[in-house]
């Protein structure tokens, strides 16, 4: 491989970095060639867990000039990876729910700047408070966002505006919580969405009415 030219295996190398961030890693391993060539596409796709991990993550990137650091696939949790069947590490969340919890949302909404310019799909479980649906950062060209837990809602502070006109997908999972001023907000910020999912065990009651009056179904 290090006899193929860089520009052939920067294009191997995207393809290959679309997991979780686990490749990139990898690359940087195998050699100083490697490593160099492959430094500007390593962070295409990252899957963050944890708090310390999104505290360790924005180290990372906020070192490295904008050119390295193109987010195109992000998923972010606050909360342990845990496997089927495994009951999360509690004890571990809640002490970092308590000594890393304000430096964590800094360096989440970091992370989240860095991502903006270039994020094309996003995965956020996370339960902080926000004025919200889509968050306060604009992205661009983000294509397809699925949220994760409900949220507790606080007053907005600006008045919408249309920062996510590349949005076509939007998926709520985990949560019935869907007002009104939700789907408002989101016509308003993303007028491309085409398709909405709801994946939840229970559904709330005016939620087909609240889709149709705003979106004029």
Not at 15 to 25: I, L, P, S, Y
Not at 104 to 115: R, S
């Amino acid at each position: 491989l290090e006899q193929c030219p860089p520009e052939i295996c920067k294009k191997i190398f995207a393809f290959a970095c679309d997991d979780t961030g686990f490749t990139g890693r990898s690359l940087s391993l195998v050699s100083r060639y490697i490593h160099d060539v492959s430094e500007d596409v390593k962070y295409r796709s990252l899957a963050i867990w944890s708090m310390p991990q999104i505290l360790r993550c924005h180290e990372v990137l906020i070192s490295k000039p904008p050119h390295l650091r193109r987010i195109i696939h992000l998923f972010i949790s606050a909360h342990e990876q845990v496997r089927p069947g495994e009951t999360g590490p509690v004890a571990e969340y809640q002490w970092a729910l308590q000594t890393h919890y304000g430096y964590a949302c800094n360096a989440f909404f970091g992370i989240l700047t860095m991502a903006a310019p270039t994020a094309r799909s996003f995965y956020l479980c996370s339960a902080i408070a926000r004025p919200t649906v889509l968050l306060a950062v604009p992205m661009p060209h983000l294509v397809e966002f699925t949220l994760f837990n409900g949220f507790p809602a606080c007053p907005p502070v600006t008045p919408p505006s249309v920062d996510f006109p590349s949005l076509k997908r939007l998926r709520f999972t985990g949560f019935t919580d869907h007002s009104k001023s939700t789907f408002h907000e989101i016509l308003l910020r993303a007028p491309n969405v085409t398709h909405l999912f709801f994946q939840s065990k229970r559904t709330a009651d005016e939620l087909l009415e609240h889709v149709s009056s705003v979106f004029g179904l």
